[in-house]
C-alpha cells in the first residue's frame, strides 16, 4: 500500500510541475518515468481487470476466461497486437473495447445497452472497461503490433479509417491530420505525432492505453479517439462505433512492427 | 505548395511507394466518400452545441479532404478555392480594422468554444497560440503555424496589411487553400469586433508582438 500510496503522491507532484512551461512535457515525463523507476499507476488497473477477467459476472455469471479476442478462447498473450480483426461469429471488424463489448454481451449475458454505458472513468468512478483494457493490454507489452487487415472487412476498415483520418469539417475545419498530418509539430508544448509516418505511429499507437497523470485515470484508446473529435468540434464519437473501429484499423496497421509498450504513463 | 510537390516527387522516387510513410494502397477495396460519411453520421451522437449537421462539408472542406502525403490539390482547385473565399469576406462597415491589441491577446489565450463541453453562451476564443508564437512573453506556443512575433514590424504598419490581416483571420482559405489555420470569421467563431482585437494584437506597434 505504501508503494501505492507513493506513486499517487509522485503524480500529484508531477501534475503541479507540469504547469510551469520552463521544461518540455517530454522532459517532464520522463523525470516522472525516472522518479517512479519501474512503477506505473496502471499497475492498479491491471490487477483490478486480471481479477474482473476471472470474476464470474452478469446475468449469466460466468467469467471472461473463455472469451476469444482473436487468438483462440482465453489467450490473452499478444491478443492485442492482432487487433483490430474479423471474427467470423459477429460477421464484424472489432478492436479491442468492442470485442470486450462481444464477450459481455455473448458469454456473460449482458445487455448491449449495460456493457456499453460506462466506457471511460472519470472522478470517483472506476469503471470495468478501462481495468480490462489495461490488463489486456499489459499482457501484450514487449511484442510487435501485427495487425494482419487481409480480410475483404478488414481491409475495407482500413481504407474507411483512412478517410477520416483525411475528413475535415465542422466550424474549425479540423481533421486528425490537421495536428496529426507533419513532422515536428507542437500544439501549445505538447507533441504531436505525425501519424502518416510508420516511427510516429508506431510510438504513438504502441503507448495507449495510458496512465494520465493530468488525470488520474488509465485512457483506452476509444477514449483517446473520442477525446481528439471532441477538440476537433465534431459531435461525440460514439463508444465501439463502426467509425471508431476503422480509425482504429487505420491507425493499429500503420503502427505494425512496433513495440507495444503500453499501459504507458503520458502526462 | 512547394513542399507537397516535393513530396510527391519523393514517392514517385521509391519504386515501392513512399517509403515511411502510410502512402494509399494501390489495391484494395474501394470506399467512397459518401460511404464513409454514412458511417460517420451512424457513428457520432450530437451533443451539447455540436449537432450531426458538423459532418455536412461545404466545398472547402470536400476538396481538403482525402489528401493523404503525396495527393497534393490540384493547382487550378487552389485558385478557385482562394478567389472564392476572398470575394466572400465581409469587411467592417465603419472601415476601422484595429481594435484593442490587450483584449487580442486574451482572444489568443483562449481556446474556450464550439466543442460539445463549451457553454454555447460563452464567447469563443481564437486559440492563436495553440499554434502559433505571437510574443515573447508566451513560452507555451505551438508550432503549427508559422511564428508571427513581430509580424507588424517586419511587414510594416501599412492600411493594406491591417486588412491582409483583418481578412487573414477572417478566412486564411483566401490565402492559402487547405491551410490548418480555422476560417474564424467566415464560420463565425470570432465576432467582428474579436477579429478587429487580434489585429491590432498583429497590427498595433504598441502591441508586445511588435516589441
Known amino acids: 500500500m505504501n508503494r501505492i500510496a507513493w506513486l499517487l503522491a509522485a503524480g500529484v507532484a508531477f501534475a503541479a510541475q507540469a504547469q510551469q512551461p520552463q521544461r518540455s512535457t517530454a522532459e517532464e515525463i520522463e523525470r516522472y518515468r525516472e522518479a517512479l523507476g519501474e512503477g506505473n499507476p496502471a499497475e492498479l488497473w491491471e490487477a483490478r481487470g486480471e481479477a474482473l477477467w476471472h470474476q464470474r459476472r452478469g446475468p449469466g455469471n460466468v467469467s471472461l476466461e473463455q472469451c476469444d479476442l482473436g487468438l483462440g478462447p482465453g489467450v490473452v498473450k499478444g491478443a492485442y497486437t492482432v487487433l483490430p480483426r474479423y471474427f467470423p461469429d459477429t460477421d464484424k471488424v472489432e478492436d479491442l473495447e468492442s470485442r470486450l463489448v462481444t464477450c459481455m454481451v455473448k458469454l456473460q449475458g449482458f445487455k448491449l445497452e449495460e456493457a456499453t454505458k460506462d466506457p471511460f472513468g472519470g ?41 477520416i483520418f483525411f475528413f475535415r469539417g465542422g466550424p474549425h475545419d479540423f481533421g486528425c491530420v490537421t495536428c496529426h498530418g507533419d513532422d515536428n509539430k507542437r500544439i501549445r508544448l505538447q507533441d504531436l505525432p505525425n501519424l502518416t509516418r510508420t516511427a510516429d505511429a508506431q ?56 513495440t507495444l509498450d503500453a499501459p504507458s504513463i503520458k502526462r | 505548395m512547394n513542399k507537397s510537390i516535393l513530396a510527391a516527387a519523393a514517392c514517385v522516387a521509391t519504386a515501392a511507394g513512399c517509403a515511411g510513410t502510410t502512402a494509399p494502397p494501390s489495391s484494395g477495396p474501394q470506399v467512397t466518400t459518401e460511404q464513409a460519411i454514412a458511417v460517420m453520421k451512424a457513428s457520432f451522437i450530437e451533443k451539447g452545441q455540436a449537432k450531426l449537421d458538423r459532418l455536412d462539408q461545404d466545398d472547402v472542406q ?21 478567389k472564392e473565399q476572398l470575394a466572400s469576406i465581409r469587411y467592417p462597415a465603419d472601415g476601422k480594422l484595429l481594435g484593442d491589441w490587450k483584449r487580442g491577446e486574451k482572444i489568443a489565450q483562449s481556446g474556450v468554444g464550439k466543442q460539445y463541453t463549451d457553454d454555447p453562451k460563452v464567447v469563443a476564443g481564437g486559440n492563436c497560440y495553440a499554434c502559433h508564437e505571437l510574443t515573447k512573453k508566451e513560452l507555451a506556443f505551438g508550432t503549427i503555424g508559422p511564428s508571427l512575433y513581430n509580424f507588424g514590424r517586419k511587414r510594416g504598419f501599412t492600411p493594406e496589411n491591417r486588412k491582409y490581416a483583418y481578412a487573414k483571420v477572417y478566412n486564411s482559405e483566401a490565402f492559402a487553400a487547405c491551410s490548418n489555420m480555422p476560417r474564424f470569421g467566415h464560420n463565425g467563431i470570432l465576432s467582428e469586433e474579436q477579429i478587429k482585437d487580434v489585429v491590432a494584437l498583429l497590427m498595433d506597434p504598441e502591441s508586445p508582438v511588435n516589441q
Open chain 1, 203 to 258: 510510438h504513438a499507437y504502441g503507448t495507449w492505453p495510458a496512465y494520465r497523470v493530468s488525470q488520474g485515470e488509465v485512457r483506452s484508446f476509444q477514449w483517446r479517439l473520442n477525446d481528439c473529435f471532441r477538440q476537433q468540434r465534431f459531435p461525440e464519437l460514439r463508444f465501439t462505433s463502426p467509425a471508431s473501429i476503422a480509425l482504429t484499423m487505420f491507425l493499429a496497421k500503420n503502427a505494425n512492427g512496433g
Open chain 1, 123 to 163: 472522478p470517483g468512478k472506476k469503471v470495468p472497461m478501462d481495468a480490462i483494457v489495461a490488463y489486456v493490454t499489459a499482457q501484450s507489452r514487449g511484442m510487435k503490433m501485427n495487425v494482419a487487415a487481409t480480410h475483404p472487412k478488414e481491409r475495407e476498415a482500413y481504407e474507411l479509417g483512412r478517410k
Open chain 2, 62 to 82: 470536400k476538396a481538403c479532404s482525402d489528401r493523404p502525403p503525396g495527393t497534393p490539390l490540384p493547382k487550378e482547385v487552389g485558385q478557385r478555392i482562394e
